[in-house]
């Protein structure tokens, strides 16, 4: 077993465990929350980080997988084959939405494609405000969810093993051939279109999986709180992806992960000391703050600054001759 994945299996059972160790109902409900943020942060890193797109309309596809689910829970019973329904109709719209926001948009490059997402994701949240017949607009409205979801140990064991095989799944993605093609398309996408491949087509599909695991992670996200408003469509929700990917690290997946539980964390931490101290209550400054210090003293992102330190230090171990080695050999005999 290579190490790093030694390192995921140990991280993943030390999760496993800490709610029978610590049975803290707010630190419960603190890593569901850092668990759901890391699946959608690892959703925005497949565009940006292994395909180069930049997009500030990401928060779509966070927000129809809330409301998708957040819709057909208040209408069907509180049944687990209603609940399996919902999510099935909200993937489809997901993935329905994605596929046609990315034939639309994908064929423009750089600031005008993040433009236009900006553009299209303004007009679900204005349809959202608007559409109060349906939505409630920002105040909006409760449903209710089988009875699984609604105890905090069990909903941070399902959150936590939604992080794991949306992990495990991505990965396989990116590392398998057309992860490969994808990560071509970041570096030269003149080069990739040239070679035959039909970079628009791989860059609609990058979006449709990244637009249904960020619906999923909409969905968890509605269920954890029971609740939905217009929030969920809203620009900071990008841009929070945005920093949890930057900061952990861009095209690492498992630096979206570190990222999330950093800024979770980090706001959480900052918000309480706002009852020590009222230089606290501009909490948003001092996370800003914090921020700047991480991208200066890591550049690459934590996890990927990590990997560049450790591809340096591997480098530099001295290679043995065939003498010395031959000699440790004897004396291991002897």
């Not at 890593?31 to 890193?45: E, G």
């Not at 140990?153 to 093993?161: C, D, G, N, T």
């Not at 970041?186 to 279109?193: G, I, L, Q, T």
Request: contains cysteine; positive net charge.
């Amino acid at each position: 077993m290579k190490k790093s994945n030694l390192v995921l299996l140990l991280l993943a059972s030390g999760l496993f465990l800490l709610p029978f160790i610590n049975d803290s109902r707010t630190m419960l409900i603190l890593m569901t929350q850092i668990f759901i943020f890391a699946v959608f942060a690892m959703s925005y890193d497949v565009l940006l980080g292994f395909t180069g797109i930049v997009s500030f309309g990401h928060a779509m596809f966070f927000g129809i997988g809330a409301y998708g689910l957040a819709l057909c829970m208040k209408h069907f019973d509180a049944t687990y084959f209603s609940f399996f329904l919902a999510v099935m109709i909200t993937l489809s719209l997901t993935a329905i939405v994605s596929y046609f926001v990315g034939i639309l948009t994908l064929r423009l490059h750089s600031h005008f494609f993040a433009m236009l997402t900006l553009a299209v994701a303004g007009l679900f949240l204005v349809a959202a405000e608007k559409w109060r017949s349906l939505t409630l607009g920002r105040d909006g409205f409760t449903f209710r969810v089988p009875d699984l979801f609604k105890d905090r140990l069990s909903f941070y064991i399902l959150s936590l093993v939604l992080m794991i095989v949306v992990y495990l799944f991505l990965r396989r993605f990116t590392e398998s051939p057309f992860g490969k093609v994808l990560q071509a398309i970041r570096e030269n996408e003149k080069r990739v279109e040239s070679l035959g491949y039909r970079v628009i087509h791989y860059k609609v599909i990058a979006n449709v999986v990244a637009g249904m695991t960020a619906g999923l992670a909409g969905m968890f996200y509605a269920m954890s709180l029971r609740f939905v408003n217009t929030t969920v469509f809203s620009t900071e929700v990008t841009l929070d992806a945005l920093l949890m990917t930057i900061i952990g690290g861009v095209g690492t997946l498992f630096g979206a992960v570190i990222g999330a539980g950093l800024i979770e964390f980090a706001r959480h931490g900052l918000m309480d000391l706002a009852k020590v101290h009222w230089i606290f209550e501009r909490w948003i400054i001092l996370f800003g703050i914090v921020y700047i210090l991480v991208v200066m003293f890591f550049p690459a992102g934590i996890v990927g600054t990590a990997k560049i330190w450790w591809q340096k230090r591997t480098r530099k171990q001295p290679v043995k001759t065939e003498s010395e080695a031959a000699s440790d050999t004897e004396k291991n005999i002897s």
